[in-house]
């Protein structure tokens, strides 16, 4: 009897798991973002907390966008300039983010909104971050399906969340837009869980047969007997993980695995979630012929640190290119090191790094061979990088946008406008927002004859009616041109670009209020190069008349987002 008392007592006062549901409280890393750093217009800062509308779909400012989509950026003659690296086939992202929970708990569900050209969710993973502590991620939920092209509606993707061993607060979801029709945004993400679980009995282990019959006799061949020479040459064929595989499996192989000729190029961006700084020491001893290095991504978990960064750095001393992009641990540290051990740098991406470190851009003064620079969305100020560029005089690409700090933009144009005419060949201003028309009218008149690809997107103090007769007359070999939100861009300087400019093959006219159907056919009459044309949200371009273009040009490729006014005009129509 007192026992049947104890079990209703134990039963009234055993604890219950507590519900709860909470939207992210920080964004801790981004592999790219549409908006300015620190600003309120498609920024993922605009995820964190209560979304600010629900069940809308559209172009929302407030809420995150990525900044690529589709295959066209590989396209970009500057794209061409990077090694070609071998990925992992069941690597499909090309994009992530990742944020944290103020409350850790053992997740049920997790609700992701998507507001515009949603469905590129590949993957989630989640992991228990402590200030300081590593995060270890497990995989929650992968998207198995075959990525398809891009819908047209407000979407909230409801993912079932299995139970893991501990509690999580920090969230990592990968992205593929190769398949996205437009950026990509993201208005909310709701994670749902417990606070504790009752415990469940573990699961029974399950045993396979290392055969079909279950005849674990191996044929008697051996492939040791192969010379080194060509068991090196097979080798080849192997990612970085294989590598590191079958280096367990004999001392032959183990010696063969860390032959440096099989490390020429070394892409280390599938494997960020999962590399430290451990692995980084064993896996650099191989980099003594290291060429190509790309480590973006890595950082944000707090498994890489910048002195481990620095000592793969110095590990190879031969680097030409090295991709830094979203890595979190670009410190004043690693770029003293580049400066040291890398002066035969010729390619450099630091785009996308943390925001909360003020890149010291001097350091850099003396990779004097530097070709390719690419500091987008980066935080630096205007006296280093102009300390910077005068140092470098065989700098082919420069990519700047989204600038934070560069406050006077005009002194970093007019550095490069002193350069000597026939070095570069492609420059990104993406929002340069204090660009004034004379500076960019003198750099175009120096290096316009050498340009192949020019962003001048969201750059508004440049006004397109001015600009675009410079660009018919002096830049004859432009072949990428973006002219995202110069809004007053018409007809007629669409009529003089297609003088000058022959051989364009993409174009991005986005939010032009004046551009016609007929000022398009035009400019496509005598630019029979062109292959990518973005008149998204041209207020006079409809989507009927762009279905007429796309019969009329098959070999273009029309980007069109409507207005919010054009989709209410049609929609009217289509009540009445």
């Known amino acids: 009897m007192c026992l049947q008392k104890l079990r209703r007592l134990m039963d009234v006062y055993e604890p219950k798991p507590t519900k709860i549901e909470q939207y992210p409280s920080t964004i801790r890393a981004f592999s790219s973002e549409y908006g300015l750093p620190h600003s309120c217009m498609m920024s993922h800062n605009n995820i964190c907390g209560h979304p600010t509308s629900y069940n809308e779909y559209g172009d929302n400012y407030y809420s995150g966008g990525f900044r690529r989509f589709g295959e066209w950026a590989d396209g970009y003659p500057s794209r061409l300039t990077l090694p070609k690296y071998y990925t992992p086939p069941e690597f499909t992202a090309t994009d992530f983010i990742e944020c944290s929970f103020r409350k850790a708990v053992f997740p049920v569900s997790l609700v992701i909104c998507e507001n515009f050209f949603p469905g590129h969710i590949t993957s989630v993973f989640g992991g228990s971050s402590v200030a300081g502590d590593e995060v270890r991620w497990i995989e929650l939920w992968r998207n198995d399906e075959e990525q398809s092209e891009s819908i047209y ?44 679980l009752t415990p469940t009995p573990p699961l029974p282990a399950l045993t396979y047969p290392l055969t079909p019959n279950g005849n674990t006799d191996l044929l008697p061949i051996s492939i040791t007997v192969l010379p080194n020479e060509i068991l090196v040459k097979i080798l080849r064929f192997l990612d970085i993980d294989d590598l590191r595989r079958i280096s367990r499996t004999s001392k032959l192989f183990r010696k063969l695995s860390g032959d440096a000729s099989l490390y020429t190029s070394v892409n280390l961006r599938p494997y960020y979630r999962i590399l430290s700084d451990t692995a980084l020491e064993v896996l650099s001893r191989s980099f003594l012929h290291l060429h190509h290095l790309d480590v973006s991504w890595l950082g944000a978990n707090n498994q890489i640190t910048g002195a481990g960064l620095s000592r793969v750095i110095r590990a190879a001393p031969n680097l030409r ?78 990519k700047a946008g989204s600038p934070f700090l560069l406050a006077n933009q005009d002194s970093i144009l007019n550095c490069l406008t002193e350069k000597s005419p026939g070095c ?97 056919e035009v400019f496509l009459d005598k630019c029979k190069r062109v292959r990518f044309l973005d008149v998204s949200y041209c207020a006079r371009v409809t989507e009927q008349s762009v279905s007429v273009l796309s019969e009329k040009y098959p070999r273009v490729s029309f980007k069109h987002v409507e207005t919010y006014l054009q989709r209410a005009t049609r929609y009217s129509a289509c009540t009445h």
């Open 424 to 520: 570069l060949r492609g420059v990104e201003l993406w929002h340069w927002n204090n660009l004034t028309f004379d500076c960019a009218a003198a750099f175009i008149h120096h290096h316009g004859e050498y340009l192949v690809e020019l962003d001048l997107g969201w750059c508004t103090s440049v006004k397109s009616r001015d600009i675009l007769p410079i660009l018919a007359a002096h830049c004859p070999n432009l072949v990428i041109l973006l002219l995202t939100a110069h809004r007053e861009t018409r007809d007629q300087g669409l009529g003089e670009l297609s003088k000058g400019c022959r051989k364009l093959e993409q174009l991005d006219l986005l939010g032009s209020q004046h551009i016609t159907p007929s000022g398009l």
């Open 321 to 398: 290119s090295l991709s830094l992009s979203g890595c979190r641990v670009v410190t004043q540290t690693v770029l003293e090191t580049i400066s040291v051990c890398s002066r035969d740098l010729r390619i450099l991406d630091l785009s996308n790094t943390d925001n909360s470190v003020q890149l010291s851009l001097p350091w850099l003064t003396s990779l004097r061979d530097l070709q390719y620079l690419d500091i987008s969305h980066a935080l630096f100020t205007t006296s280093s990088l102009m300390t910077l560029l005068s140092s470098l005089d065989n700098l082919e690409w420069f």
């Open 153 to 196: 509606c407000y979407e909230q993707t409801q993912i079932p969340l299995p139970q893991p061993a501990e509690a999580i607060n920090v969230l990592l979801i990968e992205f593929n837009f190769k398949a996205s029709e437009y950026f990509s945004q993201i208005e909310s993400i709701f994670l749902t869980g417990y606070d504790f």
